[in-house]
């Protein structure tokens, strides 16, 4: 909570005149390249070292050197100006206009307030719930709106029925703009870091097969170790996580990969596979024997919802027994509800082998024998192309790590 409320006192213009400074390597060359003056370059930097508590800078008569602080501050604090020198691009095609020329720095971006009320609004749709949100008035809200529509020279928000909703040029840079920020908010927990201190919030979209058992371990091994970080998990589909993945508002999915090469900007990395299981409470009439298809006939299903991976391997390794695609009773890919489900009836679920194993080795659900054909399936990580993770991000992949090599 510290670093976030340390970073809401970072300034993008501090930010940039950091960046200058570290290519130009003296004030008054990065004052040029700015159009400002020397002394406000120089403030800028003093101003930003005293928010961070620590020099960036060595001073010397030949120019200005990076300290090790300054170096780690350094490729986070690119990125975000990157982000932000991304967007007049991007709205220049959306414009279909190109002015034959290199863009001038967006300056109507370099302020992290308005930004902060941009997603908000993007998020809330009422310029009252943003300004309650974040503590300011209605009127602030739409000032801040107005020096943004103004630089970008387009709409960013319009009003309907249902409130104030993006436009398309307004939906294209949101992501843009969400990254650029993430990078400042962890710009406190790098410097930590580098001090010897884990801490900040580690967003994480956990997928149903990884809900049960690895992530929940992986989770307590990191806590016991680093007492200042937070997790925050996120039980979306995996569309959706996706569209927070790439806005940097997840720091990674964890659960069944999904394979697309087309899909340039997000990866995956494989931690195991496993395959589909049939399950039922102890007592049901198939468990314990051999089964055949036709046994199944007239089986009350509970199975993952339509169009994921798992439920597409089912339809498939049934209909490779001679089944029909069966037609379930209850679509879910909340395992409480699917135990629940399971303990009070005679359906049947199709699930992972890994996502109820305390309640296979506790005895509280069975398998039934009969196997599924071509229902292994990788299971991993999926990251943003390029992402910078923070440290407290590293350190839960580094305990996902530690959990798997200990369980398996």
């Given at each position: ?14 930010i ?39 020099p ?52 109507w ?27 300011i ?29 993006p ?99 997000i ?61 379930p ?23 992972s ?16 024998q ?32 530690e ?6």
């Amino acid at each position: 909570m510290e670093n976030k409320k340390e970073s809401n006192f970072l300034k993008i213009m501090q930010i940039r005149a950091f960046c200058m400074i570290a290519e130009r390597g003296t004030v008054s060359e990065a004052a040029n390249k700015l159009f400002r003056t020397q002394s406000a370059v120089t403030r800028s930097i003093r101003d930003l070292e005293h928010t961070l508590a620590t020099p960036l800078f060595e001073r010397h008569a030949s120019g200005m050197m990076l300290t090790e602080m300054g170096k780690c501050v350094l490729p986070r604090a690119r990125r975000a100006i990157q982000e932000l020198h991304l967007i007049p691009q991007l709205l220049s095609k959306l414009k279909q206009r190109d002015s034959g020329r290199e863009e001038v720095e967006p300056i109507w971006l370099f302020n992290l307030r308005r930004l902060q009320i941009f997603l908000a609004l993007y998020r809330l749709h009422h310029t009252q719930s943003v300004a309650n949100s974040l503590g300011i008035s209605q009127p602030a809200v739409s000032a801040a709106l107005k020096v943004l529509e103004k630089g970008a020279d387009v709409p960013l928000f319009q009003r309907t029925p249902k409130g104030m909703m993006p436009t398309t040029a307004g939906r294209e840079i949101a992501p843009f703009i969400s990254r650029a920020l993430n990078e400042i908010r962890h710009i406190p927990e790098d410097l930590a870091a580098q001090k010897g201190v884990l801490t900040g919030t580690v967003h994480v979209g956990a997928l149903p097969l990884c809900r049960s058992n690895l992530l929940p371990l992986a989770i307590t091994r990191l806590v016991r170790r680093y007492p200042g970080i937070k997790v925050v998990t996120n039980e979306s589909a995996f569309n959706a996580l996706v569209t927070e993945l790439r806005a940097g508002d997840i720091d990674f999915i964890i659960g069944a990969l999904r394979h697309n090469d087309v899909v340039l900007d997000i990866h995956n990395q494989v931690l195991f596979d496993e395959e589909l299981i049939l399950l039922a409470r102890p007592q049901h009439p198939l468990v314990g024997r051999p089964l055949t298809p036709d046994d199944l006939a007239l089986t009350q299903w509970v199975l993952p919802r339509d169009n994921t991976p798992a439920r597409h391997l089912l339809d498939l390794a049934l209909q490779a027994l001679g089944m029909h695609a069966p037609q379930p009773v209850v679509e879910s890919g909340d395992l409480a509800i699917v135990r629940g489900i399971l303990l009070h009836s005679d359906m049947v679920a199709a699930v992972s082998s890994h996502q109820l194993e305390y309640e296979l080795r506790a005895g509280i659900l069975s398998p039934l024998q009969l196997s599924l054909p071509n229902t292994r399936r990788e299971i991993g990580l999926t990251f943003r192309q390029g992402a910078l993770h923070s440290p407290a991000t590293k350190a839960l992949l580094r305990c996902i790590s530690e959990t798997l090599q200990s369980t398996t």
